[in-house]
């Protein structure tokens, strides 16, 4: 059954505010991208036993990526 959802324009609002857009952090120092996934209301995780001093060579989801709030970047060094 291909059936389309209709919502109201209330009931989309509060759809759509529920998510945000995954920032590109790549080729940022870690401190500044925690801060700034953190300000997109997202959760950043890097791998065990790394360090705060790195330089993001790659993260997942990527950049322009639609997200729930609160859900993990994951973010990795060379």
Do not use: H, W
Not at 17 to 33: F, W
Not at 37 to 47: D, T, V
Not at 62 to 74: E, I, L, Q, W
């Amino acid at each position: 059954m291909n059936v389309t959802p209709k919502y109201t324009e209330e009931e989309q609002k509060a759809i759509e505010g529920n998510y945000t857009i995954v920032p590109n952090v790549v080729n940022v120092e870690y401190s500044e991208a925690a801060g700034m996934i953190a300000g997109a209301q997202l959760e950043c995780q890097k791998p065990d036993g790394i360090g705060d001093e790195f330089v993001v060579a790659a993260q997942y989801p990527v950049a322009g990526t639609k997200v729930k709030r609160d859900s993990k970047v994951y973010v990795y060094e060379k």
